[in-house]
């Protein structure tokens, strides 16, 4: 734990003291003020995290986290358990959705089994990180260890730690793991807090028998662990998944880098919700790709104050959000470094 606390200690706040210079030269390129919109947000937010008038732009790297939940023994997905060891062999050999996305903007996707049930073994192109073969099933009691839930914590600071050494600028988030969005929506029920009614959506594309079905599990989740809810630590361990704790491991280890992140969808979003509860600073260093059509991530961007840069009715999950918007981003600053300036173009500016 003496890690964690080291890591969080170091994150601070952005250095804004280059605002007004950065916002100046984003004002005198060759364009009305603010007609390229949150594009001209995006660059002011990159610059202000590398605290740079001169943005470079390097590796663009997601990190996919793969992990099995107990509590699918439950009946909350519409997809048997085993779908999510097909879904990484399905990944590892390319074939998966964010496969495509990542190929298609520059991005290595890296596959990590952090808990996944099947063996996996002999599959290659998987980085193999498991802490156990999934969690427990959160209705009966913890889905994990506080020690299970710290390893995953620091397998993703150490994942956004070599990405700094390798040159990577741009992080972004992803996961594999049927029944996940019934975690999600138990920790965004404990830390927004928020009801289970609220935040609790239809996942694989499940009816609403099983959403009503869904929602009680949670409630019970809740009730058998309450004892555990009293910090957002023990909270994740209590209700959360493997892959949602690596995904606030890689946020902590991020900022505390000062390299951005790009933030995928729901589940994402509620490693998210964790690191920042850990850490309100970590906000500084986010991107929000997308909002879900996962009835709850609304709830989320209204009660953490964030707002995301897409919104295309997602619900695939995997880092396909966060893909798309590794694009923007970088068009963001493309423009913020290649575009002419009214003075050096000679373009005439707006009458006073």
């Not at 107990?70 to 909350?76: M, P, Q, T």
């Not at 399905?90 to 049930?117: C, F, Q, S, T, Y």
């Not at 970590?282 to 009835?295: G, I, Q, R």
Request: with cysteine; charged share 20%; net charge neutral.
């Amino acid at each position: 734990m003496e890690k964690l606390k080291a890591i969080i200690n170091s994150i601070s706040s952005v250095d804004r003291s280059l605002e007004k210079e950065i916002q100046f030269h984003i004002d005198n390129l060759t364009k009305p003020p603010g007609s390229l919109g949150k594009l001209e947000e995006i660059a002011l937010t990159y610059c202000l995290i590398f605290n740079t008038l001169q943005p470079q732009w390097g590796k663009k790297r997601l990190f996919v986290f793969a992990a099995d939940h107990g509590v699918a023994v439950e009946g909350v997905s519409a997809f048997p358990q085993e779908v999510t060891s097909q879904m990484v062999r399905n990944m590892a050999a390319g074939g998966a959705a964010i496969n495509v996305l990542a190929r298609h903007v520059g991005a290595e996707a890296k596959i990590i089994d952090i808990g996944v049930k099947d063996s996996l073994e002999g599959v290659s192109g998987i980085i193999p990180k498991k802490i156990k073969p999934g969690t427990n099933n959160i209705a009966i009691g913890p889905a994990m260890a506080e020690e299970e839930a710290y390893q995953a914590i620091e397998i993703g600071i150490e994942l956004a730690q070599e990405a700094y050494k390798e040159g990577v600028t741009l992080i972004g988030t992803g996961e594999m793991g049927i029944a996940n969005t019934t975690s999600a929506s138990a920790l965004f029920t404990a830390l927004l807090p928020a009801s289970a009614e609220e935040v609790t959506g239809y996942g694989t594309g499940i009816d609403e028998i099983t959403r009503l079905k869904k929602i009680e599990v949670i409630k019970r989740a809740l009730k058998v662990n309450q004892n555990h809810l009293n910090h957002p630590f023990s909270t994740l361990a209590a209700l959360g998944g493997l892959e949602i704790a690596a995904i606030c491991g890689v946020i902590l280890g991020a900022a505390s880098l000062r390299i951005p992140v790009v933030v995928d969808g729901f589940i994402s979003s509620a490693g998210v919700l964790v690191a920042g509860k850990l850490c309100p600073q970590v906000k500084d260093y986010l991107f929000f790709s997308h909002c879900s059509d996962e009835m709850g991530h609304r709830i989320f961007f209204e009660r953490f104050g964030a707002a995301p840069l897409l919104d295309l009715k997602l619900r695939l999950g995997e880092g396909t959000g966060a893909a798309l918007a590794m694009s923007l981003i970088e068009a963001a600053i493309k423009l913020y470094n290649e575009m002419a300036t009214f003075s050096g173009a000679g373009v005439s500016r707006k009458r006073k």
